[in-house]
Antibody
Framework: EVQLMESGGNLVQPGGSLRLSCAASGFTFSLYAMSWVRQTPGKGLEWVSLISGSDGSTYYADSVKGRFTISRDNSINTLYLHMRSLRDDDAAMYFC?????????????WGQGTVVSVSS | DTVLTQSPATLSMSPGERATLSCRASQSVGSSLAWYQQKPGQAPRLLIYDTSTRATDVPARFSGSGSGTDFTLTISSLQSEDFAVYYCQQYNQWPPATFGPGTTVDIK
């Protein structure tokens, strides 16, 4: 059974940093692309970043490029999102999601999410 | 970026009725369109990808159609568990992948 479990969400001040983690199980983690997708009541679902399952290539939404870094540790089946220079509009529920193949933006499994709040 | 528009915003239906949800893209996405279902407090669940391919364990009452810029998700006979929010997502021109704003299917 595929399972994805996010952690690391917290309240952080504007300009601060945070690292989200996503522990994966039930599939061969290294073979699949993984994404972060965030959701807010106002802006709906927003794809944030993807890391491929082959060569670890990374892709970002313009809204986070240069501030967020996606990474993965295939030895412990864990996905990360390093977030810095956080802004008010980064506040959201952050989901990790599994891609359907090595480089694929259709997400066939999702975690339950972790909440990031940004406020002074 | 490719903008997706979904209509209607809310669909009020009765169990057993046929529901038709629309997703329109600002430019052609070919057949690279997926549909997700989300219930309150839950993560999105993949229903359809590549316009019309049902994901694993998705009931046959869900079907997808369309191409280019106009797509439809049809639920042939609404069951109680189908009342939820439905999102379309394009993955033809990325980054970024983009999602529509959602259609809420609620009970009339």
């Amino acid at each position: 059974e595929v399972q994805l479990m996010e952690s690391g969400g917290n309240l952080v001040q504007p300009g601060g940093s945070l690292r989200l983690s996503c522990a994966a199980s039930g599939f061969t983690f290294s073979l699949y692309a993984m994404s972060w997708v965030r959701q807010t009541p106002g802006k709906g679902l927003e794809w944030v970043s993807l890391i491929s399952g082959s060569d670890g290539s990374t892709y970002y939404a313009d809204s986070v490029k240069g501030r967020f870094t996606i990474s993965r540790d295939n030895s412990i089946n864990t996905l990360y999102l390093h977030m810095r220079s956080l802004r008010d509009d980064d506040a959201a529920m952050y989901f990790c999601a599994k891609g359907m193949s090595t480089l694929h933006l259709v997400h066939d499994f999702w975690g339950q999410g972790t909440v990031v709040s940004v406020s002074s | 970026d490719t903008v997706l528009t979904q209509s209607p915003a809310t669909l009020s239906m009765s169990p057993g009725e046929r529901a038709t949800l629309s997703c329109r893209a600002s430019q052609s996405v070919g057949s690279s369109l997926a549909w997700y279902q989300q219930k309150p407090g839950q993560a999105p669940r993949l229903l359809i990808y590549d316009t019309s391919t049902r994901a694993t364990d998705v009931p046959a009452r869900f079907s997808g159609s369309g191409s280019g810029t106009d797509f439809t998700l049809t639920i042939s006979s609404l069951q109680s568990e189908d009342f939820a929010v439905y999102y379309c997502q394009q993955y033809n021109q990325w980054p970024p992948a983009t999602f529509g704003p959602g259609t809420t299917v609620d009970i009339k």
